[in-house]
């Protein structure tokens, strides 16, 4: 079992900034990766970012690409995302996650990922 807390969400302006932290505990040594999605009211959990265990590979959906950052500490067992130039679309609920899943592997999809978070609400005022 791998337990996730997030934290850092609130409400910022557009154009502002925020920095996610997602704290992994339990058999963290088991995760392969890492990834953040989003999830607006109405609308599907999306992809936000993800993160090899290791730290050697990322990937951005393109809505974020440019302005958010994800990266790890392993000594804290940490992943964050640093959010830039905020747009009142990013407003959703951020769910960190861990792998692996039963999905296809790419870190794309939710089924790739078989521990989530809480979530932490983002709004952003335009």
């Known amino acids: 079992q791998v337990q996730l807390v997030e934290s850092g969400g609130g409400l910022v302006q557009a154009g502002g900034s925020l920095r996610l932290s997602c704290a992994a505990s339990?058999?963290?040594?088991?995760?392969?990766?890492m990834g953040w999605f989003r999830q607006a009211p109405g609308k599907e959990r999306e992809f936000v970012a993800a993160?090899?265990?290791?730290?050697?590979?990322?990937s951005y959906a393109d809505s974020v690409k440019g302005r958010f950052t994800i990266s790890r500490d392993g000594a804290k067992n940490t992943v964050y995302l640093q959010m830039n130039s905020l747009k009142p679309e990013d407003t959703a609920v951020y769910y960190c996650?861990?792998?692996?899943?039963?999905?296809?592997?790419?870190?794309?999809?939710?089924?790739?990922?078989?521990?989530w978070g809480q979530g932490t609400q983002v709004t952003v005022s335009s």
């Open positions: 996650a861990a792998g692996p899943g039963s999905g296809p592997g790419s870190g794309w999809v939710t089924a790739d990922y078989a521990y």
């Open positions: 993160i090899t265990w290791s730290g050697s590979s990322t």
């Open positions: 339990g058999r963290t040594f088991s995760s392969s990766r």
